[in-house]
């Protein structure tokens, strides 16, 4: 059940942002390849937000860790995936510069928290065992939209 006060609105937010009331909280997840100006709709976020409001955004990064999972990524596409975003003009590893950009689209306070979140099949201990299979009930979840807006676009 949602409580009354709350609204859930979708919308492309690299349009310009049109809202009649501001916001308390902004919230942004799983957007990976979704902006080519990150920092233009952070700052759009920011302009929307009430005095003290919160805007936050939950990414992965897609950067492997160990030589297997390099390996890994490397044997599924990781080439024609860089060329996808190359040409779609967005960049899957931007988000290393979210809090930079947060900053200077205005906010304050800015807090960044980064987890190791095991994507590989090899975790150890009950927690990071629950989290990568999370982790790739999400990744499954969405892997098609994001591939064939990805390759479609601009692959033919």
Known sequence: ???????????????????????????????????????????????????????????????????????ALSRNGTPSSRLAEQEMG?????KSNYARWFTEAGLVDVVEKKFFWPGNTWPRGKKQKEMRMTMLA??????EAITLKMFRGCMG
């Open 1 to 71: 059940m949602v409580p009354p006060n709350v609204q859930f609105e979708i919308s492309d937010a690299e349009d310009e942002w049109t809202y009649s009331q501001k916001f308390d909280y902004i919230h942004g997840r799983a957007l990976t390849i979704c902006f080519r100006e990150p920092l233009k709709v952070f700052k759009s976020a920011y302009d929307s937000l009430v005095p003290g409001g919160y805007f936050e955004m939950q990414d992965l990064y897609f950067r492997p860790t160990t030589a297997r999972s390099l390996t």
């Open 90 to 94: 967005k960049d899957w590893w931007c």
């Open 138 to 143: 999400n990744f499954m979840e969405g892997v």
